[in-house]
């Protein structure tokens, strides 16, 4: 349903349309789930089988050499919540209501390695260790570069890159934080316009996401959903670079529209 960007009443509508989807999802001929049934099923699925089937297509696409990990980006971006009424959401400084999914990338092949997802009102540097620890542990990337922006410059999180990651931190400083008395250079600003296209890569990697995989399109209240929702949305973006890397097509990592065949 993420995939195709459709709802559990088409999906069962194309099910019983084509009966070699059906088989191949494991319905036999003339019993096919119904809607409501497909809509109870999805609900009652916990996080830890999305955790665990994201893990394995992140596990597989290392193995096909797909996702590479060398340089590592890190930002987050923020998702709308579904309604005014969540509690917990939260306002960000942009004045946005809603979710903050903080995302570690592979700047080289474009792919999720790992996510959290938290209020939008918390703050972004508490995040990217946990991230890192997890990408460390659960997939021993042979990370060499780690790039983010002047919210993640703290001394925990150039501790951790530089002493247990094992890489170099290119991580923007902004000398004005020290007050008027550190004006900013010509030369930081050339360094900064620099490397701002560099990390900027997780930038049109979030807009790939929102625009062609729906990760703006939040349909529930709570955090559980939230996490639910871009667990579905990475797992669509591995599985379409999955069955790219499958066909020989590296052409069409992204390409979700035309890597699908339009039932």
């Known amino acids: 349903m993420t995939v195709w960007q459709v709802s559990p009443e088409t999906l069962v509508k ?3 349309r084509w009966p070699d989807l059906a088989a191949a999802c494991g319905y036999s001929a003339g019993q096919i789930i119904s809607s409501s049934q497909l809509r109870r099923r999805r609900e009652q699925l916990g996080l830890w089988v999305y955790f665990m089937t994201f893990c394995a297509l992140v596990w597989v696409l290392i193995g096909r050499g797909v996702l590479i990990g060398r340089d590592w980006v890190i930002d987050s971006t923020i998702i709308d919540a579904f309604s005014a009424h969540d509690a917990q959401a939260g306002w960000s400084f942009t004045k946005r209501f809603g979710y903050k999914v903080h995302m570690l990338i592979c700047r080289d092949s474009l792919l999720p390695i790992m996510f959290l997802v938290s209020p939008a009102n918390r703050n972004d540097a508490p995040w990217a260790v ?5 990408a460390l542990l659960l997939f021993r990337l042979p990370v060499a570069v780690v790039r983010a922006d002047a919210a993640y410059f703290t ?6 890159i530089v002493g247990v990651l094992r890489a170099t931190p290119l991580v923007v400083f902004n000398p004005r934080k020290r007050g008027k008395k550190a004006p900013v250079t010509q030369q930081w ?7 701002r296209g560099q ?3 997780i930038e049109r990697f979030f807009a790939v996401l929102k625009r062609y995989f729906g990760l703006n399109r939040l349909q529930a209240q709570g955090a559980r959903p939230a996490y639910r929702h871009a667990f579905e949305v990475c797992l669509a973006v591995l599985v379409v670079a999955w069955l790219a890397d499958t066909l020989g097509r590296p052409d069409l990592l992204h390409a979700r529209s035309r890597i699908l065949a339009p039932c």
């Open 155 to 160: 001394r925990p999180i150039l501790s951790f």
């Open 199 to 201: 990390r900027g890569y």
């Open 14 to 16: 194309r099910l019983q």
């Open 130 to 134: 946990p991230l890192m620890l997890l």
């Open 189 to 195: 600003a050339a360094e900064e316009r620099r490397k």
